[in-house]
Every structure is written in structure tokens, then in C-alpha cells.
């Protein structure tokens, strides 16, 4: 098998059936995962837990964040499962980066540190969920189907973390910057928008919207999409923090 240049494991590979993945978004194809760790034992062992589930496919590894561009183009991957610390370029900075590239994968961080600013870093980059690598491998493998379907994910315990932060005293006393700039930036939506924003804040999925907005599923989609497009986000979970950073739930 041919090796990819700045990228460890198993080369760029195909679904088990013909044409290109194209993951959460065709039930007939699996979901393509990148893992970027510079622990050869933990890539191999993520390896091993997703290469055993018939609806993911493992497509390739890295061992740097400054590796993640390569392999991204390389592999084509639907989810980057992406480690926090590594020797050269940190999973942060390598998620900022590559979320801001055009058409980007999710990203689903996996890592044994869950500082507070490391976790809102992380998810205010666009990463679409993020884990302690002490989570059950069942655990990582719903995660990482719910990333590539747009779903956010967070382990309990950065859960709490998060609520404990936009919960903090003293976060609604006196001015405060960053509440300002949200409830700018969310000044501009439609009644309608806002009220599935304020949804999302809450973790609503989208059947849980659709009950409670009187909408199908498939316009409470279509609001999310136009709500990531006029507030320039990446994804749900940016939304979220948005609205939570805005004061709304």
C-alpha cells in the first residue's frame, strides 16, 4: 500500500462499495476518519476500535498537527479525530487552522486534558464535540457518527465544565464584552431564527426543535444552515455558545 507523504497508517483507501465517501451524508457509505495523535500505541488502539465498525472507515493517521493539511488532502476524511497536545503544531491550533479552511471535515477532539480553555478553544474553532480518551469505545464510536451528522457531542464531564463557565458569578455582573458582541451579532436574525438559535443553546436536537417550534425536521435544518451562513459559524455547537455567551439561556 502506497504511504502518504507526512502521514502514518494506512494509505488513502475507499468504502467498501464504489464511488467517494461521503459519510453522514449517505447512509451507504461509511463515515471516513482521520485519527491525528503522536502516540503511535493510541492511534493504533482508535485504530482498532473504529476500523472494527462496518459503517466507519479509517482512511488515515498522522502523528502532528502540522501533518493535518496533508493528510486532510490526502484522505479526504468526513471526521478528523484529533488529540490536543503534540510536539509541533498543538490539535487547537491544527483544528483553527483547518476549520477555516474551505469545506473543512469536523473535527472531534479526543484528549486526556479538559482544561477549560482548552475545551472552549477547541469548540470556538469549530470542532464538533470533544472527549477525554478515558470515554468507553462505544462511546467514541456514537460520537463519532453524531460529529459527522452535524451533531455536537461532549463528554459529561466537559459538560459540566462548560455549564459551570457560562454560569460563572460575576459573568452577568457589569459590562460585559463578549455578551455584547453576541447579542450583535444575533441582533440580525429573523424571530423565527432566533427562536432555533435559542434552541440550540439549550442542546435541542432537531426532532426536539421541530416538536417545539411546530416545524419538520427538514426546516428546522434548513434554519440551522441559513444560521451558521448569516452568523459566519462553522457549526451547532458554535451557535450554542453563542447564544449562551449572549446571556439567552
Given amino acids: 500500500m502506497a504511504a502518504v507523504a507526512g502521514v502514518t497508517g494506512p494509505a488513502v483507501t475507499g468504502p467498501a462499495v464504489g464511488g467517494p465517501a461521503v459519510g453522514g451524508t449517505d447512509p451507504d457509505r461509511p463515515v471516513r476518519v482521520l485519527i491525528v495523535d503522536d502516540d503511535a500505541l493510541v492511534r493504533a488502539g482508535l485504530s482498532m476500535i473504529l476500523g472494527g465498525v462496518p459503517d466507519l472507515l479509517v482512511v488515515g493517521e498522522a502523528a502532528d498537527g502540522s501533518e493535518v493539511p496533508t493528510a486532510v488532502a490526502a484522505c479526504a476524511p468526513d471526521v478528523v479525530l484529533m488529540d490536543i497536545r503534540m510536539p509541533r503544531l498543538d490539535g487547537l491550533a491544527a483544528t483553527e487552522a483547518l476549520r477555516a479552511s474551505p469545506d473543512p471535515p469536523e473535527v472531534l477532539v479526543l484528549t486526556t486534558f479538559d482544561a477549560d480553555e482548552q475545551v472552549l478553544r477547541a469548540l470556538r474553532a469549530g470542532a464538533g464535540g470533544f472527549l477525554l480518551k478515558d470515554t468507553p469505545p462505544a462511546e467514541i464510536v456514537r460520537a463519532v457518527r453524531r460529529v459527522a451528522a452535524g451533531e455536537a457531542t461532549l463528554s459529561p464531564a466537559v459538560t459540566r465544565r462548560l455549564i459551570d463557565h457560562v454560569t460563572a458569578p460575576g459573568a452577568a455582573g457589569g459590562p460585559d464584552p463578549r455578551r455584547e458582541r453576541a447579542l450583535r451579532q444575533l441582533a440580525g436574525l429573523s424571530e423565527r431564527e ?30 440551522v444552515s441559513r444560521l451558521l451562513v448569516k452568523l459566519g459559524l462553522n457549526n451547532r455547537v458554535q451557535v450554542a455558545l453563542l447564544v449562551h455567551d449572549a446571556g439567552l439561556v
Fill in 194 to 223: 432566533h427562536a432555533v438559535a435559542v434552541a440550540l443553546g439549550r442542546g435541542r436536537t432537531n426532532a426536539e426543535i421541530a416538536a417545539e417550534l411546530f416545524m419538520s425536521v427538514a426546516t428546522v435544518k434548513a434554519y
